[in-house]
DNA sequence: ATAGCGATTATGTATATACATATTGAAACG
DNA sequence: CGTTTCAATATGTATATACATAATCGCTAT
């Protein structure tokens, strides 16, 4: 059995070898051709098929482990994973940018901005363990004349000082933050909410519509820097997520 | 200036070299130390401030370019990226493991199963060109004893044969499609519903109570497999979503 | 039998080297 | 002065080699 005609003609594309052997190999698990628990052909055997060094197989199959498709052990060969928890890839874009995608003009309004010790609550969003001072923002996105998003934020300003200096009229703190604090984690959590009387006043809709929430924590180094809230109608939004195997 | 100092007693942790480069430059570069735009040591730099070959400093130039920390240019050198999209990671469980999570009994049960030639409808939701026959199935995941989730499933019979010779009383088609058939591509909607009478009725939710909706479409080798709409009370369900700078 | 030990084997990491390729900057030329 | 050409340079890919490390097989001694 042979993997390729190492001989062929190039099939038009002009890939590294490196990559032609994860592919290949990609495919044949994709295509379930190559069963989870299927062991893969050892390096040097590839080696022979490709007729190419270990260094080149092992770059490819390196690759492919550590994108989570297959497992090597040490004396025993590599393996084709069982199948993965399925991670699926969800792009969050700021919201000026989805609005504008949808062709309409984009404005952002600051409903209220409140700086204050933060409170338990406070706390409680940004993951804080010691008190300080917070500012609190509230905002609408439009997308032309309707109400987009309700954001409802908390940014710590002990992470980010200069936040306080900043009024927030018509610039969004998103934007504003990002370029500023250097993010190295972050959390969402996706949940579906009835607007309560509140939010339904500001997003002009029915009280106890059905909204989309998206909510987002952010770290800099370990040091909690903002909670946000994004209250969608539920019309007005669909998140979209995408799996593709991970091309190595 | 240099990185580190190369004749530093071991941190501790035992990392191999190309490791250490890769995660010293993405911890300059996530502190934001070096800015977006700012360039990079040269290999041959890097090279001699941590005294390896540049196979090695290679190999992590190499592997931050691909999980989009740097961009590198040839006869340039490498430049630190603009801060990326922010791309979330959402793991989607199998809904049994989210239930058996909460220590609650789980149980699957079908409502409805119907074979039947593709309506221009479900056409539109597996994405299918041609008509064919399609299994069009309805079921509820349970917590205990109340509802956790409703699915409405079509699956493609023309990629999947077997499923009809399935009944699918007591096992969900989820646990059953995977495994039999290589998925190549899946992509997701997420939006907030009000559940109409009958999603009320089988929740045993108010009518249009808010609710989380969770679409997946799935291709095995370009060809559509199944599409299933996950329903949520909005009480029972928050979807988590992370984002990690790569490990590389 | 079985516990321990050493040889074997596949992967993991690193080196020195070589040549390809894209891009830039400067020299040569019209 | 603008354009072409060419050499320099940084990255991209691949090779052959070497030694480290982990796991397994099979042999030996208890």
Redesign the interface.
Known sequence: MSLVETDDVDGGESLSLHQRILSDIREK????AWA?GHRIPFEHELTAQYNCSRMTVNKALSQLAKAGLIERRRRSGSFVRQ?Q?????????DIRIEVEALGLPYRYERLERIKRRSSADDRARLGLAAPGPVLALEGLHFAGERPFALEQRLINLSAVAEANEEEFLEIAPGPWL??R??W???????????ADENIADALDIEA??????VERRTWS?ERPVTHVRFI?P?ES?????????SQG
């Not at 698990?29 to 379930?32: H, N, R, V």
Request: contains cysteine; charged residues 10%.
């Open positions: 698990i994709l295509s379930g989870p199948p928890s399925q991670a699926a890839v969800l792009e969050l874009h990002i370029g604090v250097p190295s984690e972050a959390e969402h959590r996706i949940r579906a909410m009835a106890s519509a059905p909204c989309l929430v180094a969608y539920a939004h669909t998140l979209v997520a995408r799996f593709t195997p």
